[in-house]
C-alpha cells in the first residue's frame, strides 16, 4: 500500500487548502484514514480520522469547526479540506492508513499501518 499526500503551499492567514491523499492499495475502502501533522520542533500531532465509509470523522480541538474530512472510495482518495488557517497551522501533513479499520476513527499514530511522504503547509500571518 502506497499513500501519496498533495495540495500542500503557502497561503496567507484566513485562507483555505485542501489536501489530497491518493492510496494505491487493493482494499482502500476497507481503511480508516487519518492525517496528522508535525510542525517543526514538535512531536506529530493527530489531525483528523475518517471511518471506512466516511460516516465517523474525528477532528483535534484545535482544528474542530475549521478543518474537514471526507473520502472518495470510488477514487481510492482522501481529503482534508482546511479553512480558517492560522500561522500555527504550519507544519508537514501526513495521511495515514489503518488497513483494519472499518468503523474507527483512530486519534493514535500507532494504529496506522502506512504513512504517505508528507505535505508542507506553510501559513503566514
Known amino acids: 500500500v502506497q499513500l501519496q499526500a498533495s495540495g500542500g503551499g503557502l497561503v496567507q492567514a484566513g485562507g483555505p487548502l485542501r489536501l489530497t491523499c491518493a492510496v494505491f492499495g487493493r482494499t482502500f475502502s476497507r481503511y480508516a484514514m487519518g492525517w496528522f501533522r508535525q510542525a517543526p520542533g514538535k512531536e506529530r500531532e493527530f489531525v483528523a480520522s475518517i471511518s471506512w465509509d466516511g460516516g465517523k470523522a474525528l477532528f483535534s480541538d484545535s482544528v474542530k469547526g475549521r478543518f474537514t474530512i471526507s473520502r472518495d472510495n470510488t477514487k481510492n482518495t482522501v481529503y482534508l479540506q482546511m479553512s480558517s488557517l492560522k500561522p500555527e497551522d504550519t507544519a508537514v501533513y501526513y495521511c495515514?492508513?489503518?488497513?483494519?479499520?472499518?468503523?474507527?476513527?483512530?486519534?493514535?499514530?500507532?494504529?496506522?499501518?502506512?504513512w504517505g511522504q508528507g505535505t508542507l503547509v506553510t501559513v503566514s500571518s
Open positions: 495515514a492508513a489503518d488497513p483494519d479499520g472499518y468503523y474507527r476513527t483512530p486519534s493514535v499514530a500507532g494504529a496506522y499501518e502506512y
